[in-house]
């Protein structure tokens, strides 16, 4: 079975710095995507950058980036310039790429993120 | 506008009387699942389809039922709700060539 642990309950960051936030997971499989969700006061669950496990290169999106460490079975969010409105609930997930379970997401338990001014 | 739409977004029942959670998807999308997310556990799966008439447990389906007579929609059925079910849940879809999964608004279901 595969688990997703996110360390770090809450962290806080100054607008327009850098913060990272930590994800490890363990999985005995070799296909595979990995998720950051953001889901802000409103609840509403948002995907902010994914990963395919046999892409070596690290995606980007805007503002966001991840480490993804294959070997080390780590994943780990980095938010540039940081904004108020980043101040969220972020979500680790994965989900196995082939086989009947895919599309079903395994999620961490979450680190809140505050944005302080 | 693609979308996966829950109904209702918040409800108040008392234990023991039997409810419904609507989720529909215009994504024809083949994978719908159900998650409830509690404070501390994060996002934990209830049930999940991946196709018409395919359901299957997750990890947490004890009190809970579903149904996929539709590619469209995924009901989740609460037959005789309890306290310990007062939670937000969520239903979400995702394709076969989508890389992710499209979440629904959200309900917040309190039983007392």
């Known amino acids: 079975a595969q688990t997703v642990t996110q360390s770090q309950p809450e962290m806080s960051v100054q607008e327009a710095e850098t913060v990272t936030l930590s994800c490890t997971y363990d999985t005995s499989e070799s296909n595979y995507y990995l998720f950051w969700y953001k889901q802000p006061p409103s609840r509403q669950m948002i995907l902010v950058i994914r990963q395919e496990a046999y892409k070596q290169q690290n995606a980007t999106e805007n503002r966001f980036s991840v480490n993804f460490q294959k070997a080390a079975k780590s994943f780990s969010l980095k938010i540039s310039d940081s904004q108020l409105g980043d101040t969220a609930m972020y979500f680790c997930?994965?989900?196995?790429?082939?086989?009947?379970?895919?599309?079903?997401?395994?999620f961490g338990k979450g680190t809140k993120l505050s944005v302080k001014p | 506008e693609a979308q996966v739409t829950q109904n209702p977004r918040y409800l108040i029942t008392v234990t023991g009387k039997k409810l419904t959670v609507t989720c529909s998807q215009n994504?024809?999308?083949?994978?719908m699942s159900w998650y409830r997310q509690d404070p501390g556990l994060g996002l934990r799966q209830i049930y999940y389809?991946?196709?018409?008439?395919?359901?299957d447990k997750g990890d947490v389906p004890e009190g809970y039922k579903v149904s996929r007579k539709e590619k469209r929609n995924f009901p989740l059925i609460l037959e005789s709700p309890s306290p310990n079910q007062t939670s937000l849940y969520f239903c979400?879809?995702?394709?076969?060539?989508?890389?992710?999964?499209?979440f629904g608004q959200g309900t917040r279901l309190t039983v007392v």
């Open positions: 979400a879809s995702s394709s076969l060539y989508y890389r992710g999964a499209f």
């Open positions: 389809s991946m196709n018409v008439e395919v359901t």
């Open positions: 994504m024809n999308h083949e994978y």
């Open positions: 997930a994965f989900m196995k790429r082939n086989g009947g379970s895919q599309g079903n997401l395994i």
